[in-house]
């Protein structure tokens, strides 16, 4: 009876299941079965000849070092800003200004950064020209580290911000009360609380930076790392499945280990009973030297995309400065240019339509539901599992799990990649979301005669329509930016902005790219300030 109780429910709960086991645990399997096999015969002889070469060893050191640094600089730097936005007294403006722009690069594809940098720091880059020499070498390990840096300081920032946001003032002043020096009260107060969330900052940056295949496919150039190694195994002129799949399984193993240490690290997280709502300390040297290190933080930002909204409006680059619209206009016309933007923009929408819903009847299935704890679980681990892979590695194991099928290039199986890819981050906001909601609504509901469908139509998902604003928002933007798992899938009638975008990097067509990652960029930043309104306005009809 409790379970015909519960059907709607546990119907969910399986299409979800089953999407998750075809699309997700399927393909993850093979790629595992791929990286053992050698004939009939299953072995460990692939591993033992990927590890044994010298290539890879120097790879997956560079990808190590490279990583560790630029994680360790972007957690300092996201940590500077966001004390600057919660512990100084500057304008509100100047610090919304400074939040928003530290985020900004989560709107154009990681691509795009290394060819930025390029043209900013290259021997006919922006800054090079005007200051008369090329201050290092762009390619390998100065380019990746800071592409790495500029794709990590988001997330990094919403990390530490966050957490900040929650971190109780008025121990500063009993800390103070007590005699503490100003550095004990500021490490006692101020950074132990944010231990276990610089640590979460550290991992997840450096996480980030060890799957990118972006960065790396444009800035590497000699210096191998292990994603630009799979890229070449899979891709390349000469591709070794097996060695690919074997290189896609060792990928798997930081993203699960730095998903453990998160979850232990939990424990070293300070939580308070209560908020107190204080004003900061007075301090003028503070304020001057955190607003002065914030701004160069994020105008050395804009200084590199500059070059973006500068190269395609010259004739030229760097030698011929006239302005012009040429480079624009050759795009708009050229038809396959615009279809491949139309599909980006298709493609972007359908995945943040089907995949609000999916995260919606998850997180519905998890929080608002009555069905056992070991049914729920299996989504929450569903949930982790797709937070810990990589980008790469999903759309390498689609291709290997439906290459000559009829899925195989089309926009079908971008668009469910897409979804498995993203799921983790939105269906825990949804979650949140719904949390929050009186429990009693749906007993409520009940006992005045209304259907469990009627109930979530009409009180669940009024209530949560800000939420599902801001899951369709992620979506869409995310599936405008992405290029590690969609590069394994497109084929020439499915190309997407950012595919396209690593195709017309063989040809050096790099007016072309920028008004392509300009489109994008305008693209998201429209959506963004669409989805931020509507959110304002629901919220302001609600209180």
């Given at each position: 009876m409790k379970r015909l109780k519960n059907t709607e429910n546990w119907i969910i709960w399986t299409v979800i299941f089953l999407i998750f086991v075809v699309f997700l645990f399927y393909p993850l399997f093979l790629i595992l079965l791929k990286s053992l096999k050698i004939g009939p015969s299953i072995k460990i002889d692939n591993f033992t000849r990927v590890l044994s070469g010298?290539?890879?060893?120097?790879?997956?050191?560079?990808?190590?070092?490279?990583?560790?640094?630029?994680?360790?600089?972007?957690?300092?730097?996201?940590?500077?800003?966001?004390?600057?936005?919660?512990?100084?007294?500057?304008?509100?403006?100047?610090?919304?200004?400074?939040s928003v722009l530290a985020v900004l690069p989560m709107l154009l594809p990681t691509i795009t950064y290394g060819f930025a940098i390029i043209y900013s720091f290259g021997k006919q880059g922006l800054f090079t020209k005007l200051l008369g020499k090329q201050l290092f070498h762009v390619y390998g390990k100065n380019g990746l580290l800071i592409g790495y840096i500029i794709y990590t300081l988001p997330i990094s920032f919403m990390l530490i911000n966050n957490t900040m946001k929650y971190v109780d003032k008025k121990f500063s002043?009993?800390?103070?009360?007590?005699?503490?020096?100003?550095?004990?009260?500021?490490?006692?107060?101020v950074l132990r609380p944010l231990t276990g969330t610089f640590a979460a900052s550290f991992i997840q940056c450096f996480f980030l930076c060890f799957t990118d295949f972006g960065i790396p496919a444009s800035v590497g150039g000699k210096v191998e790392v292990i994603a630009s190694v799979l890229y070449k195994e899979m891709l390349g002129s000469v591709p070794n499945l097996n060695n690919g799949a074997v290189v896609a399984v060792i990928m798997l193993l930081p993203s699960v280990i730095s998903i453990l240490i998160i979850n232990y690290l939990e424990r070293f997280n300070v939580r308070y009973n209560r908020i107190s709502v204080m004003e900061n300390e007075k301090n003028t040297s503070r304020d001057v030297f955190c607003g002065i290190f914030s701004v160069?933080?994020?105008?050395?930002?804009?200084?590199?995309?500059?070059?973006?909204?500068?190269?395609?409006?010259?004739?030229?680059w760097p030698y011929n400065m006239v302005f012009t619209m040429?480079?624009?206009?050759?795009?708009?016309?050229?038809?396959?240019?615009?279809?491949?933007?139309?599909?980006?923009?298709?493609?972007?929408?359908?995945?943040?339509?089907?995949?609000?819903?999916?995260?919606?009847?998850?997180?519905?299935?998890?929080?608002?539901?009555?069905?056992?704890?070991?049914?729920?679980?299996?989504?929450?681990?569903?949930?982790?599992?797709?937070?810990?892979?990589?980008?790469?590695?999903l759309g390498i194991s689609f291709m290997l799990a439906f290459i000559g099928t009829s899925l195989q290039n089309t926009f079908i199986i971008i668009i469910i990649c897409n979804l498995v890819h993203f799921f983790a981050t939105p269906y825990m906001m949804m979650k949140n979301s719904l949390s929050k909601m009186n429990l009693s609504w749906e007993k409520t509901a009940k006992l005045m005669g209304d259907s469990w469908i009627k109930t979530i139509v009409r009180i669940i998902t009024p209530n949560a329509l800000?939420?599902?604003?801001?899951?369709?928002?992620?979506?869409?933007?995310?599936?405008?930016?992405?290029?590690?798992?969609?590069?394994?899938?497109?084929?020439?009638?499915?190309?997407?902005?950012?595919?396209?975008?690593?195709?017309?990097?063989?040809?050096?067509?790099?007016n072309e790219i920028f008004v392509?990652?300009?489109?994008?960029?305008?693209?998201?930043?429209?959506?963004k300030i669409v989805f931020t309104m509507l959110v304002k306005i629901l919220e302001r009809k609600n209180n």
């Open positions: 010298n290539g890879f060893v120097q790879a997956m050191k560079n990808s190590f070092e490279i990583s560790a640094i630029a994680s360790l600089i972007t957690t300092f730097l996201s940590f500077i800003i966001a004390y600057t936005i919660n512990y100084t007294n500057l304008n509100t403006a100047f610090k919304k200004i400074i002043i009993v800390s103070k009360i007590m005699g503490d020096s100003t550095i004990k009260t500021f490490i006692e107060t160069l933080i994020v105008l050395g930002i804009i200084a590199i995309f500059a070059v973006i909204a500068i190269v395609p409006f010259v004739k030229g040429d480079n624009v206009n050759k795009v708009i016309e050229d038809s396959d240019l615009l279809l491949v933007y139309k599909n980006s923009i298709i493609v972007a929408i359908i995945t943040s339509v089907l995949g609000t819903i999916l995260v919606y009847g998850a997180a519905i299935v998890t929080d608002r539901s009555s069905i056992n704890s070991k049914a729920k679980g299996v989504i929450e681990s569903i949930a982790s599992v797709t937070n810990t892979i990589p980008g790469m590695v800000t939420s599902l604003l801001e899951v369709f928002s992620y979506y869409f933007i995310n599936a405008m930016v992405t290029v590690s798992a969609v590069v394994f899938l497109a084929g020439a009638r499915t190309m997407v902005i950012t595919t396209k975008i690593k195709e017309l990097q063989h040809f050096a067509k790099f392509l990652s300009l489109l994008i960029l305008f693209t998201n930043l429209l959506a």
